[in-house]
């Protein structure tokens, strides 16, 4: 049992690499899918045809067709259409993989922003136009505001997803954590315990996500005028049955 | 913009791609739908024993089940394959692949169960109460026709899902149809037509069915 | 109050309005004089709310046209078509135009005086000093001054509905229009808020389209009352008249129904 943890211990300025290597996937991936989520979300609601159709054909392609597929077209194809951005295969792996995340769960967070837009009361609506307030301001002052507090939950648990995806990038040349585990595995033997350190270091990101939406959520609901108890603060929220393909 | 249209024939083989389509059809169908199938079939009984569990059992069955099922579902399925694949290195592969996706997919279904039978309104429990219905008449002629009518749509988006999970099974060496892509590929050196291809049988298969689903949501909740 | 300019603030034209299947109003004419207080009174769906939902632009015109001020608003006449104005133009009036809302429908993420000040600033362009100094005068006016920084959600119906009518108020509308106002508040809270709208009638010259179930407070208030039912005017005449003595068997049933 010893002998796991000093391979362990000895692992660990590769484990820490890997852990900043997921990070960095998260991280990237999480923002560029949020403001992808976002502007399509916004666009898949607009009267304008030609904006709601190309929304709705991007948002489709995305969700349509499998996050590894578009890790690997992304990590062999784009090269070939902008040669000079990739030195080395750190770096594509890096791009690729931020890229496809983004993409990927940008396309399935525009259905939360949308649904969460819709379901803000129709009564703000009318009395922005009662006020003559423009489209604009209209979302930005009114509409968002409300809606961020319903999407947070749907967002995080979609984070989640995308933080699970990361585990993937190893097939990309990525060493993330899942890569560090089979590294651990091939030193100790043991199977067991080298992949249940790796599910527990992803757990704990996990759940520090799910602290991190809690907070966000709470503080959310409290400008809009709803207290939140603070016990279900620590609680992971319900993955939402719909949240993901509907 | 222009210059990539030009260095599309550069770029895209069109007997490369008529090679390989054979292969990854074959892939998909022998492999990805069956995996996909047999998954959600677990998933969707497994996750309705875990929501019985957790709804009925006592606190110190349900709660240790609560929360073994949170951490499946918060740690990547990627892990969870390699790690039952070098644990028991004697199983199939695909069987394998099939079991952790059933797993993994379960802690969904389970969720969706929960949440489909709490959307019934009270009112509904209510009013059997007041009709002395038995509590067995109550479940299945009243709560579960209701529960369904939100759970099968959500249900059905889980099997999508599932189905587009189905690649992962490429890291235990599955031959899913991503695998079949990546051996097509790196026989011809000539990735994008493989993946390409790969990418739109998924969306070929995976976007109709969603529309579908769609539909029967719109249908069921027209009551 | 008739005003000493005699176009009308507000005129129905030929005025069609379809949902679907459903026609709610059927060729209706009618016309209020500028500072006029008129009052609507009939059955549900018999297309009053609808009335002011179309002057205030959350309805289209299905066929026929709508004058303020003796100007076409949303769709005109060019040459024999029938064409929608441009957004733009729309706007340019629509914000003489104020509403009410059953519901009140205060945003839930601003304090009261952000609620009063959005508008003005961000639409007439005020100076926040400006819009900052209308507002408390108008809290002073429904009684609500200490509530400045206050929570939309912690204040009771009948206080949220007087900020809605503050809100609507800095704006200067021209034309105020309110959408059974009371109807959503507790018996108790009915009061402060008709004591507010009877301010409004008796201090300014603001135009006033009323619907409401509040019978007495419509006797004391309106100029005129307009009785509707499926979509047309069925009685038209001053309060006093209409209420002790309905012309139409329709309207008699109402009444007797209602009070």
Excluded: C
């Excluded at chain 1, 489709?60 to 951005?85: A, I």
């Excluded at chain 1, 991190?212 to 620590?234: D, H, Q, T, W, Y």
């Excluded at chain 2, 026709?145 to 587009?164: C, D, E, H, N, Y």
């Excluded at chain 3, 809605?164 to 704006?171: F, G, K, Q, S």
Aim: hydrophobic residues 50%; without cysteine; glycine residues 6%.
């Amino acid at each position: 049992m010893s002998d796991n943890f000093d391979a362990l211990a000895a692992l660990w300025p590769r484990f820490l690499d890997g852990i900043v290597a997921t990070l960095q996937l998260t991280v990237g991936g999480s923002v560029l899918a949020f403001v992808l989520a976002a502007a399509l979300g916004i666009a898949a609601r607009q009267d304008n045809l030609l904006v709601r159709g190309g929304a709705r054909v991007v948002i489709e392609f995305f969700r349509g067709t499998s996050l590894l597929v578009q890790l690997f077209w992304f990590f062999y194809v784009l090269p070939l259409f902008f040669p000079g951005l990739f030195e080395n295969r750190e770096v594509a792996g890096l791009v690729a993989g931020i890229v496809g995340l983004g993409l990927n769960y940008g396309a399935y967070g525009a259905e939360v922003v949308r649904g969460a837009l819709n379901s803000v009361p129709r009564g703000q609506y009318e009395a922005s136009v009662a006020l003559s307030l423009s489209p604009t301001r209209r979302l930005f002052r009114i509409i968002w505001p409300q809606a961020w507090a319903i999407m947070i939950p749907s967002l995080s648990n979609l984070g989640i997803m995308l933080l699970k995806g990361t585990a993937v990038a190893s097939v990309i040349y990525m060493q993330d954590i899942t890569f560090v585990g089979g590294v651990l595995r091939q030193r100790t033997n043991d199977t067991f315990f080298s992949y249940g350190v790796t599910m527990v270091m992803y757990f704990l990101i996990a759940y520090l996500l799910v602290l991190v939406a809690n907070a966000a959520e709470a503080r959310a609901k409290r400008r809009v005028g709803i207290e939140v108890p603070a016990r279900s603060l620590f609680r992971p929220r319900a993955a939402r049955t719909q949240g993901v393909s509907a | 913009m222009t210059g990539l249209l030009d260095r599309f024939d550069e770029i895209w083989n069109w007997d490369y791609a008529a090679a390989a389509l054979p292969q990854l059809l074959e892939a998909f169908l022998r492999v990805t739908l069956l995996a996909t199938v047999l998954g959600s079939v677990i998933a969707a009984v497994l996750g309705l024993v875990v929501a019985f569990v957790r709804r009925s059992a006592p606190a110190f069955v349900a709660k240790p089940v609560h929360w073994v099922m949170e951490f499946v579902r918060m740690t990547p399925i990627v892990v969870q394959l390699l790690f039952v694949y070098y644990a028991f290195t004697s199983w199939d592969p695909l069987w394998i692949g099939i079991g952790v996706l059933g797993l993994h997919y379960a802690t969904y279904m389970a969720e969706v169960y929960r949440s489909g039978i709490d959307n019934v309104p009270k009112g509904q429990w209510e009013a059997a109460t007041a009709l002395s219905l038995p509590r067995k008449r109550t479940w299945t002629r009243i709560v579960i026709p209701q529960a369904l009518r939100t759970t099968v749509p959500a249900l059905g988006t889980w099997v999508i899902s599932m189905f587009k999970d189905t690649p992962f099974l490429f890291v235990i060496t599955v031959p899913e149809l991503v695998n079949a892509a990546q051996n097509v590929g790196s026989r011809t050196f000539s990735y994008v037509e493989a993946f390409t291809l790969a990418g739109l049988i998924f969306l070929a298969a995976s976007y109709p069915t969603s529309i579908l689903v769609r539909k029967l949501e719109n249908r069921l909740a027209r009551y | 109050m008739p005003a000493t300019d005699s176009t009308p603030a507000i005129r129905f034209e030929n005025v069609v309005k379809r949902f679907g299947d459903n026609t709610v109003l059927d060729d209706l004419n009618f016309s209020v004089a500028k500072g006029e207080r008129v009052t609507l009174i009939g059955p549900s769906g018999s297309g009053k709310t609808t009335i002011l939902r179309l002057v205030m632009t959350l309805e289209e015109l299905t066929d026929g046209y709508i004058y303020i001020d003796g100007e076409p608003f949303t769709y005109e006449r060019r040459g024999d078509r029938r064409v929608r104005q441009k957004q733009k133009d729309i706007n340019r009036v629509s914000t003489k135009i104020g509403m009410v809302f059953q519901q009140f429908n205060l945003f839930p993420n601003m304090t009261v005086l952000e609620n009063i000040v959005e508008a003005p600033i961000h639409v007439l362009g005020q100076s926040r000093e400006q819009a900052h100094e209308r507002a408390h005068e108008l809290l002073a006016l429904v009684g609500l001054s200490d509530k400045a920084d206050a929570h939309p959600t912690r204040l009771s119906g009948g206080q949220q509905q007087r900020v809605a009518i503050a809100r609507a108020l800095a704006m200067d509308p021209e034309i105020l229009l309110l959408d059974e106002v009371t109807s959503a508040l507790d018996p108790e809270l009915v009061g402060e808020v008709l004591q507010v709208l009877r301010g409004i009638a008796e201090n300014t010259d603001i135009t006033m389209l009323i619907v409401t179930h509040e019978m007495q407070f419509a006797q004391e208030v309106s100029d005129r009352v307009m009785m509707f039912d499926r979509g047309r005017v069925i009685e038209d005449a001053p309060p006093r008249d209409l209420f002790s003595d309905p012309q139409q068997e329709r309207t008699r049933a109402f009444l007797q129904a209602v009070l």
